[in-house]
Each structure stands twice: as C-alpha cells, then as structure tokens.
C-alpha cells in the first residue's frame, strides 16, 4: 500500500441542477388582446383561401385528365407551337436578366464614381497632407545631397 501514491488535492465543483425546463422557451405571460383578435379574423380567411388552392388544384386536375387525349392527338402541332413559345419566353426572361444585369453594373459604376469624388474625411485628408510634406521634403533632400555629390547618408528623418 506505501507503493501507491496519495491524491495531493481534491477539487469538488457544485453541481446546479436545471429545472427551468420547457418554461424558459415560453414568454411568461400569454398572448395579448390584439393578437387573438389577429388569430380570429385570420383564421376563416385562411380556411378561405386553403379552399380555394383545393379547388383550384382539382379544377386543374380535372382539366388536365381531360385535355391529355386531345394532346396527344393533336401532338404533331402543338411540340412545335411549345418548342416555339418556350423559346420566345426563355428569350424574353434572358433579354430581362441581361438588362437588369446592365442596370445593376451601371448603378454600381455610378456609385463607385460618386463615392471616388467625394471628399476624405478629416483624418485621413491630414494623414495624406503629412505623408505628402515628407515625401516633399525627402526628395528635396536627396536632391541636395544628389547636387552635392557626397554619398548620402541620414537625411534627418
């Protein structure tokens, strides 16, 4: 046993139990006035309208059971009508795609220019006056020390 060595320290962490549950998720008071009234006119208008997609959907169902014979009778016109339509419509999306493109990349060019033109802002147009009046100022230097013919050295910058 004298061959086993002893833990030097033990650390307890408390353990906090959760017991909030599902009622965290839930606001703490119900609904309010407003929002049941919303509920209540809403709600026969949106049965209204499922039953009219329902309708519309058997309506288009039925429609099409009995149009698909005469399709297929008169198929030899209509593939070519379609192809023709399908074409003029994929045209037209590809003429109103490429002018929004157009538009978009001319409001891009706008803004670009008018954000270019705009003044700096005051940090940084005195950041520039000061990397300016160095640079000014280092070249006049060499250009000293250039009409001298000394090797230049430190110009004090």
């Known amino acids: 046993m004298a061959d086993r060595p002893q833990p030097h320290q033990v650390q307890v962490h408390p353990q906090h139990r959760y017991d909030a549950g599902i009622k965290t998720l839930l606001p703490q008071k119900g609904p309010s006035t407003s929002q049941i009234l919303a509920v ?3 709600l026969p208008l949106a049965g209204f309208l499922l039953l009219v997609a329902g309708l519309a959907f058997a309506g288009s169902a039925l429609v099409l059971a009995v149009i698909t014979p005469l399709f297929v009778i008169f198929s030899p016109v209509l593939v070519p009508a379609a192809i023709a339509i399908a074409l003029a419509v994929v045209s037209f999306v590809t003429s109103g795609a490429f002018g929004v493109t157009g538009v978009s990349s001319l409001s891009f060019a706008v803004n670009s220019l008018r954000e270019a033109a705009a003044p700096l802002p005051g940090y940084l147009q005195s950041a520039m006056d000061k990397v300016g009046k160095k640079t ?12 001298e013919g000394g090797p230049i050295r430190k110009l004090g910058y």
């Open 136 to 147: 000014k100022d280092l070249g006049h230097g060499i250009q000293m020390h250039a009409h």
């Open 40 to 42: 209540i006119a809403l």
